[in-house]
């Protein structure tokens, strides 16, 4: 209706508003304007500012024209260019004209009479390829006229004193084209800004209009709501996010709404109906829905994976003390004795009990049959991401050696960024003495190709040497050092993610989810529409379209 279509406009404006067009015109992009070019000085004067020109030929003859460009072509890396002139004297007969032409475009023709320039002339008309047409308002003396390239829509347009007078051209070839200016009867001056002073159209607002545009059209396009709670839902799971995922699970109902779509495609005329997955036995002759016994499968999965932990590696496997009857051989997947006593030694019945308990605390019978759950390693998987949050590194490490030792011994880079987050931890509270002795004991037992995994400041993952992390041993006050991102707790969560991502492909399962596939195949399609346009109008950047 039309109330809640204006509240859309309004919070999609207050997006635009706030965050888009300042990416269009950045103040830093100032000293990256036009400059006119200063060796097209025929019949005209360049002034000490090199925006003002004024018209020194005589303009008895057609011949008589003197048309200035800039020395480069118009910026393209925006949706729209824009520039205007503030008209100082239209001289004895008024025959300034302004517009866009390409670098081959001759001194002594006026702007809009060859097949590869456009033009708005003073006497109100378009011109493109000597033919003339009815356009826009005559301008004259303190006039101020603009001109504007879109170069998604490959259009061109005017104004006249801060208003829109139309589009004027389309399906313009808008590759290389030039900001071009033509003077043509004495005393005629004029001054351009390239946007070094504020304009007097509000391009703020058409770019804001155009972009809201488009914006509409998306928000138009139909799509299911439960195929996007799948995704959310997928995500959810890929990543472990246990207490999340049940909340979404409960809140949107997703469980039951399968539950419904599934009787419905398996209806029969008579005989009982098994749910594959959400447990719930049929009888449509008698409309009898009995639900089974969730609980119980539950308790048997409970049961299997207690008994995989039962067999896994015993007290000293799980210890951060090595045994000294071990090879030296071996250290690289062992771990060394501290004087510090920083690492204690982690028997298996927490462990086991904290797999235990957690699975108890998450109702498994609404996120088995959606998840797969357990098959997935779901709730060690989410204990993992939890203790890495927390903090508990020491944990983490005992609970991976116990639960995914293959990881912990076959991947470097795992070890490595385990013992890194506690040796961050130790800068972080200043005393870097622990951190140098921890590392001591710990990094000299990585090989050379191991590596840190972290997200830098901009969100894309590293992987950091160890003389790159040694690094924040060298700043006095890390905090305001080039490497603080590495203070950040995003990179336990960077860390919980490679884990989590290696468990999953040690299981043959993706290890990208469908809303990561569906961002990658938009940035992909939005680079290639770029590129199909010649590089022409706004790079797209994912950050700058989910940030507000």
Known sequence: DYYSDRILM???????????????????EKNDLLQLNLKQTNNLKIGN?????????????????????????????????????????????????????????????????????????SDG??????????YGIKFSTSSIVGCGVQFTTQEIFFTADGNFQGIAFKNVDTSELYPTVSLHSPNEEIRINFGQEPFRFDLESMVIDEALKDLKYTFEEPIVSLDIHKVVLD????????????????????????????????????????????GILKKDSIGLEIESTKKKKVEEEEKKL????????????????????????????????????????????????????????VDMTKLLPITGGIADQL?????????????????????LKTNFSALWNDDPYIRFSLWGLQFIEYIKKHENLKAIEYARN?????????????????????????????????????EASPVNYLLSIVQRESVGDYINAKVLTA???????????????LVLTQNFLLEKSNNQGAVFKLKIQVTK
């Open 49 to 121: 500012d090199r925006v003002t020109i004024k018209y020194t030929g005589k303009g008895l003859h057609a011949t008589d024209v003197a048309s200035i460009q800039t020395d480069t072509p118009l910026k393209t890396k925006s949706n729209i260019y824009y520039f205007e002139i503030s008209i100082v004297d239209t001289g004895t007969k008024g025959n300034i004209a302004i517009g866009i032409s390409n670098k081959e475009f001759p001194q002594n023709k006026q702007v809009g009479t060859t097949e590869k320039s456009y033009g708005y002339r």
């Open 306 to 361: 207690v008994g995989q932990i039962q067999h896994k590696e015993s007290v000293e496997a799980l210890s951060d003390v090595p045994d000294p009857m071990k090879s030296r051989s071996q250290s690289n997947v062992l771990e060394p004795p501290i004087k510090a006593a920083a690492v204690d030694p982690v028997s298996p019945a927490p462990m086991e009990e904290l797999i235990m308990s957690r699975s108890r605390s």
């Open 442 to 478: 710990y990094f000299s037992l990585l090989p050379a190709d191991a590596r840190f995994v972290c997200r830098d400041e901009d969100g894309y993952e590293r992987h950091l040497t160890v003389d790159e992390i040694f690094s924040l041993l060298c700043y006095e006050n890390v």
């Open 125 to 134: 008309k378009s011109f493109h390829n000597k033919k003339g047409d009815n």
């Open 235 to 278: 995500y959810l799971n890929h990543y472990a996010y246990l207490n999340t995922l049940e909340s979404f699970v409960e809140e949107s109902g997703i469980n039951k709404i399968e539950e419904s779509l599934f009787r419905a495609s398996k209806k029969e005329a008579n005989g009982p109906i098994l749910s594959e997955g959400l």
């Open 379 to 399: 709730v060690e998987r989410g204990i993992m991401r939890e203790l890495l949050l927390d903090g508990d590194f020491e944990k983490a490490r005992a609970f």
């Open 507 to 521: 299981k043959s399962k993706n290890g990208i989810t469908s809303l990561e596939k569906m961002l990658k195949q």
């Open 10 to 28: 309004e919070e999609m404006s207050k997006f635009y508003n706030s965050f888009l067009y300042r990416q269009l015109r950045k103040k830093d």
